[in-house]
Each structure stands twice: as C-alpha cells, then as structure tokens.
C-alpha cells in the first residue's frame, strides 16, 4: 500500500524559514502527481495554500501570504515558509495523485512556532 | 456564497448503516467534481472517494471500495455518501469538499460519525 509521508512534527522559530516535505514510501512525488498543501488549525476545516506544485511554478490559493510556497526538491514535494510568524501554528497535510483517480493525503505535520 | 452543508452523521452500531448527504448553494453545482474526505478524532485527513460531475467517473480510496458508495443528483444540488458495515475505525468527521482548481477550494463544516456499540 503506498503511503504519503510527512515529518509528523517541526519546530520553527518566529521570522524562521522551514520546509515541510511530502515523499511517498515507494516511489516519487513529482508535477504528475499534482501535489497540494493544506494548512487546518484545530476545530477548522482545512484550507487550501499550494497546489499543482512543479518544479518550476506553484499557485498560491486566494489570499494565502507569500511566504508559502511549494517546490519540487528531488524526489518530494515541499512547502517552505519565509518569516515563520506565530499564526503559522497549525497542521500541514499534502495531497497527491497517485494515478486511476485515486487521491492520498499525507499523515500530516504539526508545525510549532517558538 | 459558496455552501456545503453535510448531515446524516451520528450514532450507529458496528455493522451498520448510514447516509450521509451534502447539500450545496451558491455555485453550478453541476459543474464541478465532488469529494469526501473524513478526518478521525486527533487524527490526519484521509480522502474516501470522488465522483464527476456526470457520475461518469467514480473512484474510492482502497479502504472504502465496496462498503461506502458515492453518488450524487445534480437535480437536488446534491452528494451523498452510502456507508454500509460500519466498524469502529470509521469514526470521524465527514467533510463534504469541492474540486475546484486542482484542489479542495470549498469544505463543509462535515457531520460527526460515531460507530459504537
């Protein structure tokens, strides 16, 4: 069974960068697998920051800050923050095509800001 | 204003059944893929199944294929998610969510499943 992985947990200090990976267990996450990100604070449904991330170009959901941004860096997919600030604080899950219309979310990584 | 409403959620024993709908407003709701996505308590989100905007196109995350059916009627703006031998483990919230743009853009605020004996 393929699996999505995520850091399960990242610390980072106010006005730090940190970037948040998405692999899968067998295989690579790449363009093809349209990756996304979604940021939830708890009792809120997640919303969208980053999708159809490639190695070249992202796009940044409506209203989302620039300092979110998403890559392709070997193998994975990531989504790096710029000037880390303390509403950061939440859970991060990527989203990945793994072909014949089947969806996976990663396990999640709860980021702390301090 | 875009809304997702999802009802349907409770109490039910192990073994049994439920149907969840999702009723939505606000967009052309024949337009657009329609998902659900469940999230247990404490725990990630895990993607269930999906359905396009004809029903041509069905598709279900392994775990779910053969107990869980999606459907929808664009008559009644409307998704559904028949969810049949429930165990335990499909304790959770439901979200009802939109494929927008190569991404979830709108959610519902999901209804509550508690399978328990």
């Known amino acids: 069974q393929t699996v999505v992985t995520q850091e399960p947990s990242f610390s980072v200090s106010p006005g730090g960068t940190v970037t948040l990976t998405c692999g899968l267990n067998?295989?690579?996450?790449?363009?093809?697998?349209?990756p996304s990100w979604y940021q939830q604070f708890p009792g809120q449904a997640p919303r969208t920051l980053i999708y159809?991330?490639?190695?070249?170009?992202?796009s940044r959901a409506s209203g989302v800050p620039d300092r979110f941004s998403g890559s392709i860096l070997g193998n994975k997919a990531a989504l790096t923050i710029t000037g880390a600030q303390t509403d950061d604080e939440s859970d991060y899950y990527c989203f990945v095509y793994l072909g014949g219309g089947i969806w996976v979310f990663g396990g999640g990584t709860k980021l702390t800001v301090l | 204003e875009v809304q997702l409403v999802e009802s349907g959620g409770g109490l039910v024993k192990p073994g049994g059944s439920l149907r969840l709908s999702c009723v939505v407003s606000g967009f052309s709701f024949d337009s657009y893929t329609m998902n659900w996505v469940r999230q247990a308590p404490g725990k990630g989100l895990e993607w269930i199944a999906s359905i396009s905007k004809s029903s041509d196109y069905i598709y279900y995350a392994d775990l779910m294929r053969g107990r869980f059916t999606i459907s929808r009627d664009n008559a009644k703006n409307s998704v559904y998610l028949q969810m049949d031998s429930l165990r335990a483990e499909d304790t959770a919230l439901y979200y009802c969510v939109r494929w927008g743009n190569w991404n979830y853009d709108y959610w519902g605020q999901g209804t509550l499943v508690t399978v328990s004996s």
């Open positions: 067998s295989g690579s996450v790449s363009s093809s697998s349209y």
């Open positions: 159809s991330t490639n190695s070249r170009t992202n």
